[in-house]
């Protein structure tokens, strides 16, 4: 027998040994990744959404379960839907058609939405308002989360503070949720 094929045979029995050696340690080189640095959150607890009730000194819950609310906006004219927590401002154009827009709150009390029609994009920026006096926390900023039904995580797309609100962007919808920021 040659050194060639000595050598030959060698490295395959040698690549056959690590193959099964990496896979009896849990890695296989044809799946997914198993990095867990992708930014985000598997099961925020959002903020809770609170309405001073009349007569009372502090905030107590909203005993209301009227947390879903439909509206067509205009495509040409825009418009805006609230359910009386969340506001969606549709400026003119945003919509290539009149469409029945609706707003969700499975999850309520906590500030987490599911906005409708799922997966519709925007030719302009959807502009989604929260009022601070709807919100059970102090904290000073806000992060707004986007539920990545592709990766199972929500991810932060930031927000801002304005005008006592939490104002944040949107290009379409999805599942939107609210936590204190950090």
């Not at 969606?88 to 499975?106: H, K, R, S």
Request: proline share 6%; hydrophobic share 35%; aromatic share 8%.
């Amino acid at each position: 027998m040659s050194g060639r094929t000595i050598a030959h045979k060698f490295l395959i029995v040698s690549t056959f040994l690590s193959v099964l050696a990496a896979m009896g340690c849990g890695y296989s080189p044809v799946s997914p990744s198993q990095d867990d640095t992708t930014p985000g959150v598997e099961n925020p607890v959002f903020v809770l959404v609170l309405s001073a009730s009349e007569g009372s000194s502090g905030r107590d819950m909203l005993q209301s379960s009227s947390t879903s609310v439909s509206m067509v906006i205009s495509a040409e004219m825009g418009g805006t839907v609230t359910n009386g927590y969340v506001s969606l401002y549709f400026p003119p154009g945003a919509l290539n058609e009149d469409t029945e827009i609706t707003i969700d709150m499975p999850r309520y009390p906590e500030a987490m939405v599911e906005l409708g029609p799922h997966g519709i994009e925007f030719n302009k920026n959807v502009t989604m308002t929260l009022p601070l006096d709807k919100v059970d926390s102090d904290a000073s900023s806000y992060r707004t989360l986007w539920n990545n039904e592709d990766t199972g995580i929500w991810e932060d797309i930031g927000g801002r503070t304005e005008n006592n609100n939490v104002v944040t962007e949107l290009k379409h919808f999805s599942d939107y949720g609210y936590l204190p920021g950090t």
